[in-house]
């Protein structure tokens, strides 16, 4: 989705850049600029004190490229109130999963065996981010995401749409 925001806006901006006409230098330089300030963001989503993420749901296309950004908004430190955000494979149990990377507090709490993760971010203490880039599954469905620190997955879970 916005991908497809950014592409429309990349081609609004062509249309300026080449509409002014005239000058061909002058439109050839302002065009990187124009790209420059359209960078895709993705999706961003916040986690806080409260054990929520701010992004409960959220749609993308079958086998595009994703990108999620979290930002931990908390003031809460990460040994005590850390938080990542997870992205299960399609029929993964949400409560057995936390349950099993809850002891497994050396690798911020998530499982050794990484069969049942399309994607994940890092451990976050408060105001950190951490980016990722994944390519959504090819079959449409709905894939479940959650916070694995202990405690956490309760209230910090949603759910990835893929169309
Ligand atoms: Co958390």
């Known amino acids: 989705m916005f991908k497809n925001l950014s592409v429309y806006a ?11 006409g005239g ?7 302002a065009a990187p600029a124009q790209e420059e300030a359209v960078a895709v963001e993705g999706i961003v989503v916040e986690a806080n004190d409260q054990l929520q993420f701010s ?15 979290l930002h931990n908004v908390g003031t809460l430190p990460k040994e005590t109130f850390g938080h990542n955000f997870v992205i299960l ?13 809850m002891g497994n507090a050396d690798n911020e709490y998530l499982p050794t065996d990484l069969s049942s993760v399309i994607a994940h971010t890092s451990l976050l203490g408060p105001d950190e981010t951490d980016t990722i880039t994944f390519t959504a599954p090819t ?3 709905q894939y ?8 956490h997955y309760g209230t910090m879970r949603g759910v990835m749409i893929v169309e």
Not at 12 to 20: E, M, P, S
Not at 55 to 69: C, D, L, P, Q, Y
Not at 145 to 151: E, K, R
């Open 144 to 151: 479940e995401y959650l916070c694995t620190f202990p405690g």
């Open 55 to 69: 992004i409960n749901e959220f749609t993308v296309a079958a086998g595009e490229e994703v990108t999620v950004t």
């Open 139 to 141: 079959e449409p469905g």
């Open 10 to 20: 990349l081609f609004f901006a062509a249309l300026l850049v080449t509409g002014c």
């Open 23 to 29: 000058g061909g230098e002058q439109a050839e330089s």
């Open 89 to 101: 494979t399609a029929g993964t149990d949400l409560e057995a999963f936390a349950t099993a990377a």
